[in-house]
């Protein structure tokens, strides 16, 4: 008993006198620090654009901005501001963008997991992840250069610059965000429920489609919300290619322009600082913020609501 105590308290004296003692103490504070930058940047954000926000509706009412149908901010004798033509673009753009990545995201994830042999796996996936890695920009000039003449043959009504292209260029770039994230959720699906739907009779695609994908339901729900964040917060595909039509129109051959891309152009100067123009970027930015806020909270709530632990 004695003997315990004694080295108990030989490490105790060890401990105080350690060179390394004032440091240890100083590590949960440095991790908490580490742990609060996401925190203290997010929150810096949103106080930034809300004070800027306040100036905006000092000037514009919420009926206007978000009730009527013109944005012209610019106009020199009747300003307008309505925030609905740059939503209808920005939802426009994102529903065509996951009308192209959801099926083909989805399937690439079902053969990756279910059909492709390892071999296969560690290299078809590593080169659809490749897509990621693009530049946006690039994107943009793809979609302009290649894929807006490409459509024209076909639809000779299609602008030169439309929501049509970029959309489905987005949907390209998204592919890999769903076909990984549903991958790794389908791969995490146990074998056992395989051998077992097997074993009563079911063909391989009926597994894929009828066992594996319901149960990894959650996982892939997400892929799809934080694809649509994705495209929610495109900026440089839709700048080059859409166009600066700010009307209210679902006519996908049309020019339009979503919210990033308005956000871009009067950020290079067409404004002048301090103007109703200028700040009407904030209180479009703040829309922004509150819709990927809200995707982020579903996708959430989504993955918690389906979520399988096996």
Excluded: C
């Amino acid at each position: 008993m004695s003997y315990s105590a004694n080295v108990k308290d030989m490490i105790e004296t060890n401990r105080k006198n350690s060179k390394l003692a004032k440091f240890e103490k100083m590590i949960p504070f440095l991790l908490f620090l580490a742990a609060s930058i996401s925190v203290l940047t997010t929150l810096g954000i949103l106080v930034t654009l809300l004070f800027e926000t306040v100036l905006f509706f000092q000037n514009v009412s919420f009926r206007e901005f978000f009730l009527q149908s013109e944005m012209r901010p610019l106009n020199p004798t009747n300003p307008q501001f309505s925030i609905l033509p740059l939503l209808g673009a920005t939802l426009l753009s994102t529903g065509i963008a996951m009308f192209v990545a959801v099926p083909v995201g989805l399937t690439t994830a079902v053969y990756l997991s279910e059909y492709a042999t390892d071999k296969v796996r560690r290299i078809l996936k590593p080169l659809v992840e490749v897509l990621a890695g693009i530049p946006t920009i690039v994107y943009g000039f793809f979609a302009f250069t290649f894929v807006t003449p490409f459509l024209r043959e076909f639809i000779p009504a299609l602008d030169r610059t439309n929501i049509l292209s970029p959309g489905i260029v987005m949907g390209i770039m998204i592919i890999p965000i769903v076909a990984s994230l549903s991958e790794d959720a389908m791969s995490s699906v146990p074998n056992s429920i395989r051998e077992g739907a097997m074993a009563l009779g079911a063909t391989k695609f009926e597994v894929a489609f009828r066992v594996v994908i319901p149960a990894a339901i959650s996982g892939i729900i997400a892929s799809f919300v934080l694809g649509i964040s994705r495209a929610i917060g495109e900026t440089m595909i839709v700048t080059i290619a859409s166009g600066s039509n700010k009307n209210l129109t679902f006519d996908v051959t049309q020019s339009m322009q979503t919210m990033t891309a308005y956000i871009v152009e009067v950020t290079s100067g067409d404004a002048g600082a301090g103007t109703t123009a200028y700040y009407s970027l904030y209180a479009v930015a703040m829309t922004l913020f509150v819709f990927t806020l809200a995707m982020n909270m579903f996708a959430r709530y989504m993955t918690k609501r389906f979520r399988e632990v096996y």
